[in-house]
């Protein structure tokens, strides 16, 4: 065929019921120019849906509101490894897209361009992946948590939509993260610190840490090859540590304040059981990484 007739989205008889952004959007999936402007088809919807009080179906292909939106947990975890996948190799480009052929899961063409973004193509409920917290948190709030974390974390928060019977927003999810994991102050707080880079013979690290445990405030002090290190032997030395730390991963806080950062750190409970992840935020590096242990360490309480 060198022609075909069709209407808007589909609506008509007149001319033939085919959807002719559909048709056309497949068309320029595969290489072929159409001539024809989709770059803000979100526009060209509203216009339709206003002028002609007809609804675009939420899944109608390309102009669907949740088109280009998943709940589903294996489909977030495929987007997410596929975004992932995509923005580690656009790095390796300098960041141009059009050198790198589109080649995500589940997307047949970047939402970007016909006018949507990338905020609402994972949204949280009861029935998501453990995927698909850890993508907003990293994508819409800078924080890229360890990925034996994100169990952890997704458990929580889609208890939490279950609880509620609804969807989460990204926002609501970045604030339960912080309520849940961050800065967890209780039943220990870190009040203040010292750290002394020049201790030993061996360039150790001496630290003296102010704390609130069991209702009273304590002076520990401890020495190691590392500021968490030497906080861990003076948490020792108190009788404090029941555990073994694991894993230690920290980064700038992207899309946040320039000084901001975030430390995330995995503990092992002597007395068994599942290891557990917790976090700290500051903008100090240092104080994050402490704030994280003391967030694992209640985490495990």
């Given at each position: 065929a060198d022609r075909v007739e069709g209407t808007l989205f589909g609506n008509g008889e007149r001319t033939g019921n085919l959807d002719i952004v559909i048709v056309a959007l497949n068309m320029n999936s595969h290489g072929i120019e159409t001539g024809l402007d989709f770059s803000d088809l979100p526009s060209i919807r509203q216009?339709?849906?206003?002028?002609?009080?007809?609804?675009?179906?939420?899944?109608?292909?390309?102009?669907?509101?949740?088109?280009?939106?998943?709940?589903?947990?294996?489909?977030?975890?495929?987007?997410?490894?596929?975004?992932?996948?995509?923005?580690?190799?656009?790095?390796?480009?300098?960041?141009?897209?059009?050198?790198?052929?589109?080649?995500?899961?589940?997307?047949?063409?970047?939402?970007?361009?016909?006018?949507?973004?990338?905020?609402?193509?994972?949204?949280?409920?009861?029935?998501?992946?453990?995927?698909?917290?850890?993508?907003?948190?990293?994508?819409?709030?800078?924080?890229?948590?360890?990925?034996?974390?994100?169990?952890?974390?997704?458990?929580?928060?889609?208890?939490?939509?279950?609880?509620?019977?609804?969807?989460?927003?990204?926002?609501?999810?970045?604030?339960?993260?912080?309520?849940?994991?961050?800065?967890?102050?209780?039943?220990?707080?870190?009040?203040?610190?010292?750290?002394?880079?020049?201790?030993?013979?061996?360039?150790?690290?001496?630290?003296?840490?102010?704390?609130?445990?069991?209702?009273?405030?304590?002076?520990?002090?401890?020495?190691?090859?590392?500021?968490?290190?030497?906080?861990?032997?003076?948490?020792?030395?108190?009788?404090?540590?029941?555990?073994?730390?694991?894993?230690?991963?920290?980064?700038?806080?992207?899309?946040?304040?320039?000084?901001?950062?975030?430390?995330?750190?995995?503990?092992?409970?002597?007395?068994?059981?599942?290891?557990?992840?917790?976090?700290?935020?500051?903008?100090?590096?240092?104080?994050?990484?402490?704030?994280?242990?003391?967030?694992?360490?209640?985490?495990?309480?």
């Open positions: 216009v339709y849906e206003r002028t002609t009080r007809m609804v675009v179906p939420e899944r109608q292909p390309y102009a669907g509101e949740l088109v280009f939106t998943a709940f589903s947990g294996s489909h977030q975890d495929a987007i997410k490894k596929g975004m992932d996948r995509r923005a580690a190799e656009l790095a390796g480009l300098n960041g141009d897209s059009d050198a790198l052929p589109w080649g995500v899961p589940y997307l047949t063409i970047d939402p970007r361009d016909i006018g949507r973004s990338y905020e609402a193509i994972i949204r949280i409920n009861s029935q998501s992946g453990k995927g698909g917290v850890a993508y907003i948190l990293d994508r819409e709030h800078g924080y890229d948590l360890p990925k034996t974390m994100h169990p952890q974390v997704g458990a929580r928060v889609y208890s939490l939509a279950d609880e509620l019977g609804r969807e989460l927003g990204a926002d609501e999810v970045r604030e339960f993260f912080f309520r849940e994991f961050v800065n967890v102050a209780a039943p220990l707080a870190l009040l203040d610190y010292e750290l002394d880079h020049h201790a030993g013979a061996r360039g150790e690290v001496a630290c003296k840490a102010r704390i609130a445990h069991g209702g009273e405030e304590r002076i520990l002090s401890g020495l190691g090859n590392g500021p968490i290190n030497a906080f861990v032997h003076a948490l020792e030395e108190a009788g404090l540590k029941d555990f073994h730390v694991t894993d230690y991963r920290s980064h700038a806080v992207r899309g946040g304040s320039d000084s901001d950062s975030a430390a995330y750190i995995q503990i092992q409970p002597d007395a068994g059981g599942t290891p557990l992840w917790g976090c700290g935020v500051d903008p100090s590096i240092e104080m994050a990484g402490l704030r994280a242990l003391v967030s694992a360490f209640n985490l495990a309480r």
